[in-house]
């Protein structure tokens, strides 16, 4: 075995990712259909600002989000040791319940500074809630999974291997193909045609998630600086676009994430019947998706998105038959009331900001006679332009629009009246699957906004701000 090496976890990530989206390329073809329509889209937008590709950080151009749904407290534990040697840490909840789905979720994601801006790929990864499931099918739900293994002997190897600290250029090398099938897609269903039906007449999603032997990744969203163009875009381009766009309306200062998708394919999948004779079937799950992404907000502007969201939510008649365009009306009316300048989502506490020290601020600080001591605040030191800032990127995903993305998918109406109430005891049942809390994405970004503080500290030579 060739020698032994701790690991560069973002290289691994980005190898990882890139495998993925090469796969899932062949897999889906209408998946590349929409990275090139992403890739010119953003060339017109930067083209008219004067900039082009280059100009954006790295990470524009690796930058994906994928999906997958499991079935067992196991597979959801394998999952997250195999994601660790890529860096990527279960982050938030997220309870499905609210469309009346069996699943909730977290997702695995970078979380430093540095991880993020070498790549911050992620996966948003959905189990499925046993005790969700009607009980006369709970039998088959929990027996089929049992009998599926997602990782190889030699994945097991080494994840185990890697726990120990330990990494060598075979194993390296090794862990991108092995980890790939995990997430493969087979057309050919583990069980019988009527226990698929039995399950899918329960929920498409139960179906999805028991019937094949991996965890196919279902999609895997390229982010866009204009979501709107690459909607447009998609529609000219005869894709089945879903008919709105999820998550805040168009803004000044774009927060949070915007979202849309083509929806899922019919896929020819073979089953077998009680013979034993091989049937054919189809089963829909895979889709594509695009995102832009704003700033992250606090505590307090996640509260603010979330009670003008629900606003336009009440405001929406579901049977109306021209639901997307009035909710997207609604909705750019409660919006009104969500602040749309920098500064003042910043004074206001609605936005997480990165402070950086200027050169004027450095070289003003150097010069400065020994004998004056400054303990300013970061106010002081903005309005003498010692210090400057811009919005920290919003790395999660967002419930509700999960919901209408899960939705359209299953070809349902995606106007229904969405329930806004959270389950209670979901979270703790996560938990317990997981093995561990999820980390709370309002205390990584409040970490962010203090680290760069602390930075502002140092390059202006303070002893505190
Ligand atoms: C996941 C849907 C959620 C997003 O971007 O909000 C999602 C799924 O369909 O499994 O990926
Ligand atoms: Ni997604």
Redesign the pocket.
């Known amino acids: 075995m060739s020698s032994e090496h701790s690991w560069d976890a973002a290289e691994l990530r980005t190898r990882f990712s890139l495998a993925l989206s090469d796969m899932y390329k062949t897999e889906v073809p209408l998946y590349g259909k929409l990275v090139e329509i992403v890739q010119q889209v953003d060339n017109t937008v930067l083209r008219k600002e004067g900039r082009d590709l280059n100009d954006l950080p790295s990470r524009h151009h690796l930058e994906r989000?994928g999906?997958i749904?499991l079935g067992t407290e196991h597979e959801l534990q394998m999952i997250k040791r195999l994601f660790a040697i890529f860096g990527m840490y279960a982050v938030g909840y997220y309870d499905l319940r609210i469309v009346g789905f069996p699943l909730h979720a977290t997702a695995f994601r970078p979380i430093t500074e540095e991880a993020l801006m070498r790549n911050p790929f992620r996966v948003?990864t959905?189990v499925l809630r046993k005790d969700q499931i009607t009980a006369s099918i709970r039998g088959t739900v929990e027996a089929i999974p049992e009998k599926r293994n997602l990782f190889s002997p030699r994945l097991m190897e080494i994840i185990e291997h890697a726990e120990n600290g330990m990494m060598c250029d075979k194993n390296a090398d090794d862990l991108i193909p092995e980890a790939l099938k995990v997430f493969r897609w087979h057309s050919r269903s583990t069980v019988p045609l009527e226990d698929y039906l039995k399950l899918k007449q329960e929920h498409l999603m139960i179906a999805d998630i028991i019937c094949f032997p991996s965890a196919h990744i279902?999609?895997l969203?390229p982010r866009s600086l204009d979501i709107n163009l690459v909607q447009d875009e998609m529609i000219k381009a005869g894709l089945p676009a879903k008919e709105r766009i999820e998550g805040p309306p168009s803004r000044q200062c774009p927060i949070l994430l915007r979202?849309t998708s083509f929806k899922a394919l019919e896929e020819l999948v073979t089953f077998y019947n009680a013979d034993g004779d091989f049937v054919n079937g189809t089963h829909t799950a895979r889709f594509g998706?695009v995102e832009q992404r704003g700033a992250a907000v606090t505590r307090k502007g996640r509260k603010l998105y979330d009670q003008l969201l629900a606003h336009a939510v009440q405001n929406t008649a579901p049977t109306d038959p021209d639901y997307p365009q009035k909710f997207d009306h609604h909705l750019v009316d409660a919006f009104s009331n969500y602040p749309d300048i920098w500064e003042r989502l910043r004074t206001q506490g609605l936005v997480y900001m990165r402070y950086r020290a200027t050169e004027t601020g450095k070289a003003y600080m150097a010069k400065r006679p020994a004998d004056i001591s400054l303990c300013p605040n970061i106010e002081d030191l903005l309005s003498r332009g010692f210090v400057n800032y811009e919005p920290i990127t919003y790395e999660d995903?967002?419930p509700l629009?999960?919901a209408g993305?899960?939705r359209s998918?299953l070809g349902e109406d995606s106007h229904e009246k969405l329930s806004i109430q959270q389950a209670e005891n979901g979270l703790l049942e996560l938990e317990k699957a997981l093995g561990c809390k999820p980390l709370d994405e309002f205390d990584l970004y409040d970490q962010l906004q203090e680290q760069s503080i602390r930075e502002c500290t140092e390059d202006l030579r303070l002893e505190k701000i």
């Open positions: 989000h999906a749904r948003f959905s279902n999609h969203t979202q998706e995903l967002l629009s999960a993305i899960f998918n």
